[in-house]
């Protein structure tokens, strides 16, 4: 049996290569999806994963044709990585994301320097920080490279 993976991820193209990745590569693994913050973590506090991969920059809640998705959470998945840890959910979180650096109300952080606090601030739960590029083959060997250290 594979793991149980949530992806919390807001584009659609992003999403889909990436899960197709999982499903190509790790066949037996389950991929879950969420498209924002709040479906996001209402999947985490109903079912178990074994890894979480978030988005770094997520809407607060799933657009729609007529929803615009809410305020943009520029470190999103940060937060929700932060509530899992606060809640003691057992499970593994990675983020994938596509930019280098994030501000937000004059908070600024680097890829790696938002990297380095999240290992400080949730130990063992934090597996990694993958950098997205669809033109680049990178992220996929990171992402395999956190998926078999989970046990597949």
């Not at 479906?39 to 988005?55: A, I, M, N, P, R």
């Not at 937060?79 to 983020?95: C, D, G, H, Q």
């Not at 994938?96 to 501000?103: L, R």
């Amino acid at each position: 049996m594979g793991l149980k993976i949530l992806f919390v991820e807001d584009n659609d193209h992003k999403r889909g290569r990436i899960i197709d990745f999982i499903c190509h590569t790790f066949p037996h693994t389950n991929v879950d999806e969420a498209y924002s913050f709040t479906s996001g973590w209402q999947k985490l506090e109903s079912s178990f994963y074994d890894l979480v991969l978030l988005d770094m920059t997520l809407p607060t809640y799933d657009r729609s044709s007529t929803e615009s998705g809410g305020r943009i959470r520029i470190f999103g998945g940060r937060e929700i990585a932060r509530k899992i840890y606060r809640n003691k959910i057992k499970t593994s979180v990675a983020v994938i994301t596509q930019f280098n650096s994030f501000s937000d109300k004059g908070y600024s952080h680097n890829f790696e320097d938002l990297c380095r606090e999240m290992e400080k601030d949730l130990n063992d739960t934090f597996k990694g920080m993958i950098f997205y590029n669809s033109s680049v083959s990178a992220w996929r060997d990171d992402l395999t490279n956190i998926i078999i250290r989970l046990g597949v």
